[in-house]
């Protein structure tokens, strides 16, 4: 059993900072990608941003140069710091992970539930 358990979310005001967190536990023997997904009322759940075991990143067009994923390998936790939020930064934000568990043995995508990110002008 593999759980992603996200926190963070709330409410903050235009120009304001968040930070996400996630945390992968269970039966996890190493962590591929991680990433951040959102998903607004009425829209399609899209990417926001992602990182890979050594590092790598990559972002949304929409958050490039206000948000910054980070994660911690030893503590199996991904970040999103959020700077410079806007209204349309509003949306249900979920944690995504690649990873290879050990019972059984295998690759799997795994989400966590979602965090509530609200955005006020």
């Known amino acids: 059993q593999v759980q992603l358990v996200e926190s963070g979310g709330g409410l903050v005001q235009v120009g304001g900072s968040l930070r996400l967190s996630c945390a992968a536990s269970?039966?996890?023997?190493?962590?591929?990608?991680m990433g951040w997904y959102r998903q607004a009322p009425g829209k399609q759940r899209e990417l926001v941003a992602t990182i890979t075991s050594n590092g790598g990143t990559n972002y949304a067009d929409s958050v490039k140069g206000r948000f910054t994923i980070s994660r911690d390998n030893a503590k199996n936790t991904v970040y999103l710091q959020m700077n410079s939020l806007k209204p349309e930064d509003t949306a249900v934000y979920y944690c995504n992970a690649l990873l290879l568990t050990t019972t059984p043995i295998q690759v799997g995508d795994y989400w966590g539930q979602g965090t509530q990110v609200t955005v006020s002008s």
């Open positions: 269970g039966s996890i023997f190493s962590i591929n990608a």
